[in-house]
């Protein structure tokens, strides 16, 4: 009898459900009218939005090759239905519709069940087809409960059934729902769980993706492994019930999935995980592109395509050997200064502390504790501030996250003043491609700035160059004049008197225009400054330098003579673009990164290298300086490589040797320039070829510091240029830098005296080359003939210095003794060397030092 009841009951049950299905079916007809009344216009035409899904903006070096996307909370890769393994076809429909390829676009049975869940608060699945929850994501807000959303969803559902094929259906929902871990589509999830694409997904794999569909940050398989599995199982599980796969088959690939899990990988949103292969040159792109796109263009949305500049091959280089300079560089630097500082403490503070206690000296004994509590919070906040500052997080306690914030800016400030820091750039020298940058140590939240193209530092002696190039236009000099090394002071225009030092103290006495700049001589260089005058100078350094601006001229180049020892500020990026001038015949060299963007239809929308040239093309010259200005400049820095400040770096040439396919040796010229600053706290290098140009830095973030002596130009950015430019130029043909077709003379000079050889000038010589008319005239009149020396026109330079302790590492040259009995006074010579009347006595020939810079 209870057994009837109970059947009774459910009969009732049932016709009741039946009953509620049916008018609900009604309703969603009567719904359904309404909507296809309100919106005849989308029926008659079979107009209604395309899918236009989120896609990343691709980033292409100049070959081609992914550098990386850009994208926001969605990561997204399109595939066909047709690459697509079967197997992950089967795993979504027994998953989410098996009836998908037989409804129209809704389940009667479906909707029911999920009806009959909702009212008896079980959870038997949703009642949407798979056309319905793309429809859904596509046209509405699934989020939304509501019978409203449900009825624009049926109808949106209907009409894609009616426009679309299931596959296409199948295709576009495989695309575009959400996957987890800011994920969209199933190739885009595939690389993020399995580190491969869905094309080549497992049947175990297939399954995980399948339940993600559903929810999937409650089956994320990273996240929660366990409930992942029970979910896996049960759709392998109906899959073997669908016959689309067999138990065996089913059981081994689950064995395997879970047998190769890494349990220990941690969820992490899949942007922050993408793959960048050039992360500073990335992020130079995407600031460029701020500055291009306009109106609604979103290069994280819109799958813009960017071809770049790049050479991977040089940025790969180009990180490996700046990584391999800044370990050492910081590995010196620590150890010098940990070894300056230890010494002074053990040397002078207990002599320091024993006079102030003998003597009552208050103020000294302050100092001394005042060292011991600095000692102490450089501890607390390298040692104990990171422990607080994690316990605080762990407890919730603000106040005392205040306090290690404050511990960590003081940190930050310490990092900036003692970490060497530097930055790499190189540039094709015909196109002004970017083929390499480096911004910094590591690119990551912390360490953002592009120090290749933000950082304003100094130059030091790699600025020299800029002004020496003015000074072959004026006329005055030569590669081949005549310049003294010699202590001297320089009066500013203010009146305050400048004492330069050469690097060591040392001075070498007469010197060629040419080897001052090979050496670095700081004397002869001001001397040529204050010859041919500020104006002239700042004038040509500007231009090669791409300053444009009067406001910043005036605020990069201060009228004071350490100007031309490179106290100046400029970026990495601009002096590869001054001395690209030089590598290209003294033509525009205007940098670029960013050659064409196209749209996800491979339409060009932003020709950014056209721009440029067009640009250029707009400009009276293209000419920055002269032809025969470059070539003699690139003749001189030349010098620089071969037996200068830059021939250690470079092998003394041997890096730029290569053999041809026949296994003839052939060498790539090269020319460049070191530069150290003042404190040694910069070194630089820049040099180019007929192909290239790069600069390289090292230096601090914030000034105050010094590299030491054993850290310069030459020491540390020269071996660095030398390995990079031998690596990227293996494989190119032999090329010289061009030589104008007129305007140019060689001539075979005394490597002393710069003037015409005779027979007695045993000591050396040269071939340099000269403006057509500035070439010297006048033999040699320092050797063969003693009393052909020239005395004339002698300009004394008194030093004002009252340091005595200055004075005395000051290294005269030696004037031969059996020259004193045979020193007439005559009349100057009327050489071309009148800017400059020091005696012309005879000196032993310089000997090249590997660290003078």
């Not at 030398?722 to 000079?749: A, C, N, W, Y």
Request: net charge negative; with cysteine; hydrophobic share 40%.
């Amino acid at each position: 009898m209870a057994r009837s009841d109970s059947s009774l009951v459910s009969a009732v049950f049932l016709r009741i459900v039946a009953g509620l299905t049916i008018i609900m079916v009604v309703i969603i007809g009567i719904g359904l009218g309404l909507s296809l009344a309100e919106t005849a216009n989308i029926k008659n035409q079979g107009d209604f939005d395309e899918f236009t899904p989120a896609l990343p903006t691709k980033i292409l070096d100049s070959n081609g090759i992914v550098i990386t996307e850009f994208s926001a909370d969605e990561k997204r890769e399109l595939v066909s239905l047709s690459e697509l393994p079967r197997h992950l076809i089967n795993a979504v429909i027994a998953r989410e519709d098996p009836d998908f390829y037989h409804h129209k676009g809704f389940s009667i049975r479906g909707i029911g069940r999920a009806f009959y869940g909702r009212i008896t608060g079980k959870n038997l699945g949703g009642g949407s087809t798979i056309t319905q929850q793309i429809a859904g994501s596509l046209h509405s807000d699934r989020t939304e409960k509501t019978l409203t959303r449900k009825l624009r969803e049926l109808w949106w559902a209907l009409q894609m059934e009616r426009r679309y094929t299931k596959d296409e259906i199948l295709e576009l929902y495989l695309n575009y729902l959400y996957m987890g871990a800011g994920t969209y589509g199933v190739e885009a999830a595939s690389k993020y769980y399995f580190g491969h694409s869905a094309r080549e997904i497992s049947l175990a794999e297939a399954a995980i993706l399948a339940i993600q569909l559903s929810s999937p940050a409650r089956y994320n398989p990273l996240d929660n492994p366990n409930t992942a599995m029970d979910r896996q199982r049960a759709v392998l599980d109906r899959m073997i019930e669908f016959g689309y796969t067999t138990v065996q088959e089913a059981e081994a690939s689950f064995e395997d999935y879970w047998a190769n899990y890494d349990y220990t990988r941690a969820s992490v949103s899949a942007y922050y995980q993408r793959e960048d292969a050039a992360p500073w040159f990335s992020e130079y792109v995407r600031r460029e592109l701020d500055d291009m796109m306009y109106g609604s263009m979103d290069y994280y949305r819109d799958g813009y395509t960017v071809h770049t500049t790049l050479n991977l091959k040089h940025q790969e280089t180009a990180v490996k050997l700046m990584e391999q300079g800044l370990a050492r560089a910081n590995k010196e630097y620590t150890g010098s200064r940990g070894v300056r500082l230890e010494r002074a403490e053990r040397t002078y503070i207990p002599i320091v502390e024993l006079l102030s206690l003998t003597f009552n000296l208050g103020d000294i004994h302050a100092a001394t504790e005042a060292q011991a509590k600095q000692k102490a919070l450089n501890h607390y906040i390298k040692t104990i501030n990171p422990v607080v500052d994690m316990t605080a997080l762990l407890f919730g306690i603000q106040d005392i996250k205040n306090i290690t914030n404050t511990g960590f800016t003081a940190l930050k400030n310490s990092t900036e003043q003692n970490v060497v820091e530097g930055a790499f750039i190189t540039l094709e020298n015909e196109t002004g491609y970017i083929t390499a940058i480096i911004g910094g140590s590591k690119y990551d939240m912390s360490n953002q700035l592009i120090r290749a193209t933000q950082a304003r530092v100094m130059p030091g002696s790699s600025f020299k160059p800029l002004y020496y190039s003015a000074a072959i236009d004026t006329g005055k000099f030569t590669a081949a004049s005549l310049i003294y090394d010699i202590p001297m002071v320089f009066h500013n225009e203010d009146g305050t008197p400048y004492i330069p030092l050469n690097f060591r103290g040392e001075w070498k006495g007469p010197v060629l225009f040419y080897y001052a700049l090979a050496h670095s001589m700081n004397v002869p260089s001001l001397k040529i400054l204050d010859s041919i005058g500020f104006d002239a100078a700042i004038d040509r350094a500007a231009t090669l330098l791409g300053i444009e601006d009067p406001a910043v001229r005036r605020r990069t180049f201060p009228r004071v003579y350490p100007m031309g020892l490179g106290i100046i500020s400029v970026t990495p990026l601009q002096m590869a673009r001054a001395f690209g001038v030089f590598a290209n015949q003294g033509r525009e060299l205007t940098p670029i990164a960013i050659r064409v963007v196209e749209d996800r239809n491979g339409r060009i929308i932003l020709d950014k290298e056209r721009e440029v040239r067009q640009q250029q093309r707009n400009k009276n010259s293209l000419q920055v300086i002269s032809p025969q200005n470059a070539y003699i400049m690139t003749s001189i820095l030349k010098k620089t490589v071969e037996v200068g400040t830059l021939a250690s770096g470079s092998g003394w040439g041997a890096k730029f040797t290569f053999k041809d396919e026949q296994g003839n040796r052939y060498r790539i010229p090269a020319a460049g320039k070191t530069g150290t600053t003042q404190n040694w706290s910069d070194a630089w290098a820049v040099g180019y070829t007929p192909y290239y140009t790069s600069a390289i830095w090292f230096g601090f973030d914030k000034p105050g510091n010094s590299l030491g002596l054993s850290l310069t130009g030459a020491t540390l950015a020269g071996p660095i240029w030398g390995d990079f430019m031998q690596e990227i130029h293996q494989g190119l043909p032999m090329k010289d830098f061009v030589r104008p077709t007129s305007g140019i003379i060689d001539v075979r000079v005394c490597a002393k005296s710069g003037l015409l050889l005779t027979p007695d000038c045993k000591e050396g010589e040269i071939v340099l080359p000269f403006l057509e008319g500035t070439q010297p005239l006048q033999t040699c009149d320092l050797h063969g003939n003693t009393q052909g020396i020239s005395w004339g026109g002698v300009r004394e330079y008194i030093t004002l210095e009252e340091d005595d302790t200055l004075l005395s590492h000051l290294k005269m040259p030696t004037l031969p003794s059996n020259l004193l009995e045979a020193l007439p006074a005559r009349e100057s010579s009327g050489t071309n060397q009148d800017f400059d009347t020091e005696p012309d006595y005879e000196f032993e020939l310089p000997s090249y030092n590997p660290l003078l810079d």
